[in-house]
């Protein structure tokens, strides 16, 4: 009978110390609208040189923090949100008559806008996310990529989430467009 009665007097202490274990644990869900901080690490291929933050904000409740780095003979692009990390390398500027160089879109999720990011020509004074059904036109942030010792510009447009855009505008600041280029 005795080791009855001590089983029967463990599993309750057990028991106890489960549920204390739990309530100990929280996870915290990431504000959306944090603006990422802290030292920059390559997410993509390994840098090769240093990794140069060319921008940050919060736009539309996400915010986000842009940057671009050296990897042997190519660049990679780092867009970092409080949600997750996009990075591309390759020939990201424009080559040629293009006005458009690497153009990457981030997934937004649960009611959250896309984040469309790219690199355009120096002669770009504005990128205009467009939607074709409604014609609305919502503005990219440019950043320089003078830091980087690289010709022309970065962008990065958080539109509305009620907005899907279908095609970037690529305008020099006379008003001409310098290039029409659909999103996938």
């Not at 020509?121 to 503005?139: A, D, G, I």
């Amino acid at each position: 009978m005795g080791i009855a009665t001590r089983v029967r007097a463990t599993v309750p202490l057990v028991l106890v110390l489960v549920l204390a274990a739990c309530s100990i644990a929280t996870v915290e869900t990431p504000d959306p609208a944090a603006i990422p901080s802290g030292s920059l690490v390559p997410s993509g291929d390994d840098a090769t040189g240093p990794v140069i933050e060319l921008g940050s904000s919060n736009a539309q409740g996400v915010g986000w923090r842009y940057s671009i780095y050296p990897s042997g003979d190519a660049w990679c692009t780092q867009l970092e949100t409080a949600l997750g990390t996009s990075t591309g390398c390759g020939d990201i500027l424009p080559s040629g008559d293009a006005a458009f160089g690497s153009v990457g879109v981030m997934q937004g999720d649960e009611g959250r806008p896309d984040i469309i990011e790219g690199m355009a020509t120096e002669e770009t004074f504005t990128v205009w996310l467009v939607e074709n059904e409604s014609q609305r036109r919502f503005p990219a942030t440019l950043m320089p990529l003078d830091e980087a010792d690289l010709d022309g510009v970065a962008f990065v447009g958080v539109p509305p989430a009620d907005m899907t855009v279908t095609h970037l505008l690529a305008m020099a600041s006379s008003g001409e467009i310098l290039e029409t280029y659909e999103l996938p």
